[in-house]
């Protein structure tokens, strides 16, 4: 039973209130719920945002001691907040005496099983088409959008060299960047919050198992598609490929589900998927589609699904997902294929394209070099993950109102085209113009015949960028160009992530990471004799992988990523290398940059591993208490009263139980809720209400006989709250019997079972709620996800110690 309290307010600098719940017991985390002194109406700025939650049902303060409590200063530690309002996914089925008749009836029908299957593959297919699709609109708005802001600026440069107006071109530079931001911040600030970032965080966190309003959402994905093209053609330092993938997963939860509860349109179809077990499954399709359709990467979306989505993985599931990422390869590369005006070629695999690296060779005495080098991307991404850390922790503080997010991003887009001109005005790389030269080509300050070669790191695209910086010829840039590219990239790229816009940080990444190795390239050649040895292309890749390891802390799907859009196995050893000592060497500091994020917002998520010394942790110390219960046989009234009054989403049904005895339980150690014999959730519940399954109904029999599992899903995922069930003052008086339709699988622990296996029982199954009982089978508990996750591990002076976060209601 999770505690109560569901509103979860913007951590903030204001003074908090402390309450009691009445569902806490002295081993429990304290509660304090924020006070916002701001105006009621910029409440609703971080609606459906990752920094505030959202319920469908009011605000339930339950009981307290005292209705006026005192003001309290209380210190909040940012890094040991959890936030009471997040719920969590069923991902357990609920086995009762109805699913079981249903598993029953289907296991006769083999075709129904067949067909039941088939339908998951065309989901897939329909996910992987779908995520092609968006994909390459996406990259045709950002290239023509681009485009456009190119031919604008070098009109104005081509006519002002000589005219001596070359603040004309910055002006328009600045107009097209601010303009285009404006619409993209707006889109995310006002319309679905939610859509900022790279949308990695939250999608980690619904495939964990947590829900976060709005994420997959159709209002998202066209704000997420919109807001990621303004946002890249803009010029902030930002890419696409991390949308892509929280694209591809709203996508194949709207697909999965045969309906859009959002534009309250339902087709009808795949309702027997209409359920969080099969839900997630597709949504693990469709971020790994995704990355496939950013990357060229269909093996590398599977393992990226793998190792920084899917919890609950299993075998079933690596076909179709492989299968979805193939699609929507293939799908990108029919439609890119026709931008370019070359139907039917199909040599555009991803939206990002690394080039050739046939000619790039290593020698073995260069791998303890790449150590080097990922030990520093490592440091570096430290550096930047505690950067973003603190600017995460001022906006949320600070930063609250919709108007306030709007107006930053317009600042962060002056700054990066001020940054960008400053360095194309010191930088004097000129280069001679050639023959048969490309188009985003600018003379800029140059003489005459000459072009810009710093200015083509900003009017490219960004994934144009990252090619010129691994194949460009030797001599292209300076090292103090690159250097000032780097730093300035860095410190813009740590800037804009967290921005009320869509943003991706892999490009970044690879960008500042890209630079910096080409100057360990450089500085080797003219270190050494013999430079023949030094390929400036092998340590551009290195550095680039080294810094986006370091900050993101990925291992096993980055390096088939990056193999595969090499096209280069070779270079898979010094890839995985630098990745490898990245994350080791980063993870000394801090966590990668999207559990910092998942952790900031407090988000419980449960790790991969229970904690150190979890073990002597116990279920009666973890534990909820006391409980709220129902009998076998409930009465309608108390139903209603206890779904009013608590916000719990899962109920211990027992026997042997009195909710209204006043008589205190004797020699017990722990008070006790009655014989356990399953439980019930408040979804089903409610649907009962709905459908009169009252013992004293007439017509009873012949419902149940027609009730299938479906209609307690009729609407899924948003759920009919107790207030709008309407129940007359007679049937008040009714009963309902509920052991024909708990979940009589549901698992329990004993009371003296330790943390870690609680631990690993939630890891494993994907559980929700898990009962604690005694050795006389009574309910003493329940352990919720929260109850796990309010523990976390601190190391002082070489010593390792648990310790409780503080909840925030």
């Not at 003379?443 to 144009?464: I, M, N």
Request: hydrophobic fraction near 45%; charged fraction near 20%.
């Amino acid at each position: 039973m999770p505690r109560s309290g569901e509103n979860t307010p913007l951590l903030n600098n204001s003074r908090l209130h402390s309450r009691t719940s009445r569902s806490s017991s002295s081993d429990s985390a304290p509660y304090f719920y924020s006070d916002i002194n701001s105006d009621p109406r910029d409440l609703r700025d971080g609606a459906g945002d990752f920094n505030s939650i959202e319920t469908l049902e009011d605000n339930h303060s339950g009981n307290v001691e005292n209705p006026e409590p005192q003001e309290k200063d209380v210190k909040i530690d940012e890094e040991h907040i959890l936030k009471a309002g997040f719920e969590s996914l069923d991902y357990e089925v609920s086995d009762n005496l109805i699913y079981q008749k249903e598993e029953k009836d289907k296991s006769s029908k083999k075709l129904a099983l067949h067909w039941r299957e088939v339908r998951r593959w065309i989901i897939c297919f329909l996910i992987g088409v779908l995520t092609g699709l968006t994909a390459g609109i996406i990259d045709l708005g950002v290239e023509k959008v681009s485009g456009l802001k190119f031919e604008s600026v070098k009109d104005l440069v081509d006519k002002c060299v000589t005219g001596n107006c070359m603040y004309y071109p910055l002006l328009v530079w600045l107009a097209f960047n601010m303009g285009l931001v404006l619409v993209g911040s707006i889109l995310t600030a006002y319309v679905e919050p939610v859509a900022a970032g790279s949308g990695i965080p939250q999608i980690k966190c619904y495939l964990n198992g947590v829900i976060v309003p709005h994420v997959v959402r159709i209002k998202t994905l066209i704000t997420k598609v919109v807001g990621v093209v303004c946002a890249v053609a803009g010029g902030l330092a930002v890419g696409k490929e991390g949308p892509m993938i929280h694209s591809g997963a709203v996508i194949a939860a709207g697909v999965s589900q045969g309906r859009s509860t959002s534009l309250k349109l339902d087709f009808s179809i795949f309702k027997d998927f209409r359920s969080d077990r099969e839900k997630r499954d597709f949504v693990s399709a469709g971020a790994a589609a995704g990355v496939a359709a950013a990357f060229g990467a269909p093996v590398g979306g599977v393992l990226f699904s793998l190792e920084e989505g899917a919890s609950f993985w299993n075998q079933a599931l690596v076909w179709r997902i492989f299968f979805s990422s193939m699609v929507s390869t293939m799908t990108l590369n029919i439609v890119q294929s026709y931008i370019k005006n070359h139907p039917w070629e199909l040599s555009y695999a991803g939206l990002i394209n690394f080039g050739t690296f046939g000619n790039v060779n290593y020698q073995f005495m260069e791998l303890f070099l790449v150590i080097v080098m990922g030990a520093i991307g490592g440091l570096l991404g430290a550096l930047f993950n505690h950067i973003n850390f603190k600017l995460t922790i001022f906006r949320m503080r600070f930063i609250q109102r919709r108007w306030q997010r709007v107006i930053e991003v317009i600042m962060v887009a002056a700054y990066t085209a001020a940054f960008a001109y400053i360095l194309i005005f010191f930088s004097q790389d000129c280069l001679p113009l050639v023959e048969n030269r490309e188009p985003m080509l600018m003379q800029y300050f140059c003489k005459d015949g000459e072009f810009s070669s710093s200015a083509r790191l900003f009017f490219d695209t960004p994934e144009a960028t990252v090619k010129n910086l691994f194949h460009s010829n030797p001599g292209t840039y300076r090292p103090l160009t690159l250097f000032i590219f780097a730093a300035g990239y860095f410190f813009l790229a740590c800037w804009t992530y967290g921005l009320s816009v869509p943003s991706g940080l892999f490009i970044p990444s690879l960008l500042v990471g890209a630079a910096w190795g080409r100057i360990v390239g450089i500085v080797l050649s003219m270190a050494s004799e013999n430079s023949g040895w030094v390929n400036l292309s092998f340590y551009s890749l290195v550095g680039a992988s080294a810094m986006l390891g370091g900050i993101v802390r990925m291992t096993i799907s980055l390096t088939v990523i990056i193999m595969e859009a090499t096209s280069n196995v070779p270079l898979g050893l010094p890839v995985m290398i630098s990745l490898i000592v990245a994350k080791w060497v980063g993870d000394q500091f801090n966590e990668g940059i999207y559990d910092i994020h998942i952790h900031v917002q407090g988000v419980p998520m449960l790790g991969w591993e229970p904690l150190p010394l979890s073990a002597n942790l116990s279920a009666k110390s973890v534990m909820s208490h006391p409980v709220s219960v129902f009998r076998t046989v409930e009465t309608v009234e108390r139903i209603i009263r206890v779904l009013k009054e608590e916000k719990h989403n899962g109920f211990p049904v027992v026997m042997d139980y009195d909710p209204d005895s006043s008589t205190p339980q004797e020699n017990v150690e722990v008070e006790t809720f009655g014989t356990f014999r399953g439980l019930i959730l408040r979804s089903q519940l409610i649907m009962m209400l709905k459908k009169k399954l009252f013992v004293e109904n007439p017509n009873l029999q012949k419902i149940l006989k027609d009730l299938k599992m479906e209609n307690f899903n009729d609407l899924y995922p948003r759920y009919l709250p107790i207030q709008r069930v309407s129940i007359s003052p007679e049937e008040a008086n009714f009963t309902v019997n509920l052991e024909a339709f708990m979940n009589q699988s549901q698992h329990v622990v004993l009371e003296s079972a330790s943390y870690s296996s609680i631990f690993s029982k939630f890891r494993s199954l994907g559980l929700r709620h898990v009962v604690v009982i005694n050795f006389q089978n009574q309910v003493v508990g329940i352990v919720t996800r929260k109850d796990l996750a309010r523990y976390t591990v601190e190391s002082h002076n070489g010593q390792i110690s648990i310790v409780e976060k503080m909840i925030i209601l």
